[in-house]
């Protein structure tokens, strides 16, 4: 295949912004140049900005066993139309859970040929399954999650410190981080008459309190300094848990650190009772809080924004009942990433450089890809969004392509419309269609060659 290239004022690169020429050959990134070489055949955007591809490492894909709630080619459909070029896939909802090296093995069967995106996988930390941890790494995991409170399923329970314990070092022998999902049930102050209905969405949050956060990170610390295996906070809700990871990485420890749109887009004060919709876990908490999120993002201390994808069939979020009590917990956003952060970032003074480190370079370099993925630079995979930072809109339902059409985003005052997505030199969105259809390859492994599905 010929050098072609892609031409715009705006090219966002490690080193800033500005007019380039992206030239690519047989999927990577040849070099960035001022000007096309003589022959060469150019794209010129003009000023579009041209991103490296987002980077999503936490995404429920539900497949296989539920795709009824999601799937890979409906959920890599919604990545590709958001500008996410790479996903990773969490080891639930799916059935079975991703805990065994056969259940990874049935997860790829699963994925073969339906990707519209790059996927990679994460397995799982329960109760027991030590022992089974260096089959997930030999067969391509690129770290493992815990819970360390109920995760909504019973097959895939919540593990205890001393499971941790005895698991951390496996990782780390293996060069895989633990991912946790950082809460303790350290059950919850007594409500206020005012908050008993199941409707009330500040009974929900308070039965859901910071300290089950602070003091899991806390216990996670510890872990982290005794094993030195490598940890990373999962959607970061509790901005009181800051000054802990500060001094946890100020120390040197291998901790790093991600939070979603809805906790820096959302707060608890504008959340509607009986609005379902806005229920995941930990929850979405108040305008101050969110705040300290951002300068906490800023500052460094949390690394990268991600999804946290968590769709599931419509009837779980019990709309007819409004019950935050007993409804699934997850947001559907996918799709919306890149509008729903820019948005809010935009007026808070972030510039496209620090999108694309905190959306596509720093998740590639946690999930061990950022050797081809994540930045425009030569040798890297050619994935980029092409994207107006003006364009300003409302999600409708239509518009959406992940399985169920439904989000808390409908109808929100969003500004970055993603026009074009290009994985690996091939255009796989073009603002309303998938023209190069499932052409995703497996990421498998750390830091190690590309293996196509």
Known sequence: MAVRGIKSTRVVRPSGVGPAVVLVDGGVIAGVVPAAPPG????????????????????????????????????????????????????????????????????????????????????????????DLPGLAEGGVLGCKAFLVHSGIDDFPNATARDLAEAMPVLRDHGLPLL??????????????????????????????????????????????????????????????????????????????????????????????????????????????????????????????????????????????GDFAHAWGGIASLQLGLPNVWTAARRRGASLTQIAEWMSARPAAFAGLGHRKGRIAAGLDADFVVWDPDAAFAPASEDLFFRHKVSPYLGAALTGRVRQTILRGVPVFDGTAHPAGPIGQRLLKRDAAREAS
């Open 40 to 131: 060469v055949e150019v794209v010129d955007v003009g000023r579009l900005v041209v991103s490296p591809g987002l980077v999503d490492c936490h995404v429920h894909m539900n497949e296989p066993g539920r795709t009824e709630w999601e799937g890979f080619e409906t959920g890599t459909r919604a990545a590709a139309a958001g500008g996410v070029t790479t996903v990773v896939d969490m080891p639930l909802n799916s059935t079975p859970v991703t805990t065994t090296r056969d259940a990874l093995d049935a997860k790829l069967a699963s994925a073969a040929g339906r990707c519209f995106v790059d996927v990679g996988f994460w397995g799982g930390v329960v109760p027991g399954n030590a022992g």
């Open 180 to 321: 946790a999902h950082a809460e303790l049930d350290l059950g919850a102050p007594v409500t206020d008459v005012t908050e008993t209905s199941p409707r009330a969405y500040r009974g929900y949050l308070r039965s859901r309190p910071p300290a089950w956060e602070d003091e899991a990170i806390k216990l996670l610390v510890g872990l982290c300094r005794q094993t030195r295996c490598a940890v990373h906070v999962v959607h970061l809700s509790s901005a009181s848990s800051l000054d802990t990871l500060r001094q946890a990485k100020d120390e040197g420890l291998p901790i790093t650190v991600e939070t979603c749109p809805h906790y820096l887009c959302l707060d608890a004060e504008s959340i509607p009772d009986g609005a379902t919709l806005f229920k995941c876990a930990p929850p979405i908490r108040e305008r101050a809080n969110r705040e300290a999120l951002w300068k906490g993002l800023f500052d460094g201390v949390i690394d990268f924004v991600i999804s946290d994808h968590s769709p599931c069939a419509p009837a779980l979020k019990l709309p007819d009942t």
